[in-house]
């Protein structure tokens, strides 16, 4: 089936995970435990950070949940903010973390512009986040559609978002690919009866995405290569 449009998640497919949020995280549980190591192991605990190498384990609920449920997991040991306080907190931190994009990022979004193809971005971070990481790395413009967990469509792997995106954006799900690095991302391109490219730029392995992808590429960089198949 052709490929219309794109729909790509954010962290780890268009921006390398553990090249931008390895570091973040440190220096964010450093800021939140006040100077308390013990609070600081709770919390890298509660989110399956590994505070000895300093980068989040596989398993980690970050990876591919929503700003809300990462505030949730923290917030019984961030006792100096409320919930509401903490989600916002860590939506701003995001969206000034230092980004180390996939590819060439710019060049990569217009190749498939020339192409004809119509892009959009579905994050389980915020949308504040989404849009500022993207306008900091100059390709916010790319998208007709940028949406988050908060946008108020849902977050993977609920159908709702990618199929607000289609609606947006004029197109069929079933000319649309879903790219992304999780699990969440494929389970969700699937209920929205899309494509799914999967990609090896989080911290999901091959063979975990395989089942649920229809291509696994070591990263965005490939969909040219894939399209002209």
Not at 90 to 110: C, E, G, H, N, R
Not at 129 to 142: M, Y
Request: charged share 20%.
């Amino acid at each position: 089936m052709p490929v219309d449009a794109f729909l790509f998640d954010k962290d780890g497919t268009l921006f390398d995970f553990a090249a931008t949020w390895d570091s973040w995280a440190a220096d964010l549980l450093e800021t939140l435990s006040l100077g308390n190591l013990s609070c600081k192991k709770a919390m890298a605990k509660a989110i399956s950070y590994d505070l000895d190498r300093a980068a989040f384990n596989p398993d980690s609920l970050v990876i591919a949940s929503s700003n809300d449920e990462v505030a949730e997991a923290l917030a019984p040991y961030v006792e100096h903010m409320s919930l509401a306080e903490l989600t916002d907190y860590l939506a701003q931190s995001a969206s000034a973390a230092d980004l180390a994009p996939a590819v060439p990022l710019a060049a990569f979004l217009d190749g498939l512009l020339a192409r004809g193809k119509v892009l959009g971005v579905m994050t389980n971070d915020a949308e504040v986040s989404a849009k500022s990481q993207l306008q900091r790395a100059g390709v916010l413009d790319r998208f007709a559609f940028v949406a988050g967990c908060d946008s108020g469509h849902g977050a993977k792997p609920d159908p709702d978002p990618l199929l607000a995106f289609c609606k947006a954006a004029g197109v069929s799900p079933d000319r649309t690919a879903m790219v992304g690095d999780s699990r969440h991302d494929m389970e969700a391109g699937a209920a929205a009866g899309m494509q799914r490219i999967a990609v090896l730029t989080g911290m999901a392995l091959r063979e975990e995405l395989l089942p649920h992808a229809d291509i696994v590429l070591p990263d965005i960089g490939h969909i040219p290569g894939w399209l002209d198949r």
